[in-house]
T-cell receptor
Framework: AQTVTQSQPEMSVQEAETVTLSCTYD???????LFWYKQPPSRQMILVIR??????QNATENRFSVNFQKAAKSFSLKISDSQLGDAAMYFC???????????FGTGTRLKVLA | GAVVSQHPSRVICKSGTSVKIECRSL??????MFWYRQFPKKSLMLMAT?????????EQGVEKDKFLINHASLTLSTLTVTSAHPEDSSFYIC?????????????FGNGTRLTVT
């Protein structure tokens, strides 16, 4: 069975600085998808970025980028130029190409300090 | 963009009563919807996969007689918590996958905070 681990329950970053959130996963599959979702206080889950495992190039979305290390089964999220609105819970998620089930990590609470 | 609407956002009910939560895909057809439960400061736990026109698939440990799921149309799935008890109090979130694209991401509703007194 696949598992997703987020080892940082909470992180803090100064506004305008850069922060990296860690995520590791375990799977025996060779093809899959990885996602980072953001859950602000409103509880709405918002897709931040996604990565297809067959793509070697790291995904980027404006200030958000990932460091995808397939051999190490690592999928970290880098947030550059952090803004107060980035404060939220961040969940790493795995999805097999065979099913549509998502497996979520336990989340990292990001605090942005003014 | 794709929007998933979930209603109600908050509900308080008495122990022993039933509560229905609706999940609608507003501008796309969702052949598959997913129901998650989120405990305080915890991750999202998949409860069941709702398939339009067929029975839902429940995850291990989820009581299908307690959490009734009906996916009557391509835009609506409902979760009914039957004979609710205080331990059913939780945050329930639905999500939907845009049909036709096998690698499309999930779109989530705003969630429902259920409190059973």
């Amino acid at each position: 069975a696949q598992t997703v681990t987020q080892s940082q329950p909470e992180m803090s970053v100064q506004e305008a600085e850069t922060v990296t959130l860690s995520c590791t996963y375990d799977t025996s599959e060779s093809d899959y998808y990885l996602f980072w979702y953001k859950q602000p206080p409103s509880r709405q889950m918002i897709l931040v970025i996604r990565q297809e495992a067959y793509k070697q190039q790291n995904a980027t979305e404006n200030r958000f980028s990932v460091n995808f290390q397939k051999a190490a089964k690592s999928f970290s999220l880098k947030i550059s130029d952090s803004q107060l609105g980035d404060a939220a819970m961040y969940f790493c998620a795995y999805r097999s190409v065979r099913t549509y089930k998502y497996i979520f990590g336990t989340g990292t609470r990001l605090k942005v300090l003014a | 963009g794709a929007v998933v609407s979930q209603h109600p956002s908050r509900v308080i009910c008495k122990s022993g009563t039933s509560v229905k939560i609706e999940c609608r895909s507003l501008d796309f057809q969702a052949t598959t919807m997913f129901w998650y439960r989120q405990f305080p400061k915890k991750s999202l736990m998949l409860m069941a996969t709702s398939n339009e026109g067929s029975k839902a698939t429940y995850e291990q440990g989820v009581e299908k007689d307690k959490f009734l799921i009906n996916h009557a149309s391509l835009t609506l799935s409902t979760l009914t918590v039957t004979s609710a008890h205080p331990e059913d109090s939780s945050f329930y979130i639905c999500s939907a996958r845009l049909g036709g694209s096998y690698n499309s991401p999930l779109h989530f509703g705003n969630g429902t905070r259920l409190t059973v007194t």
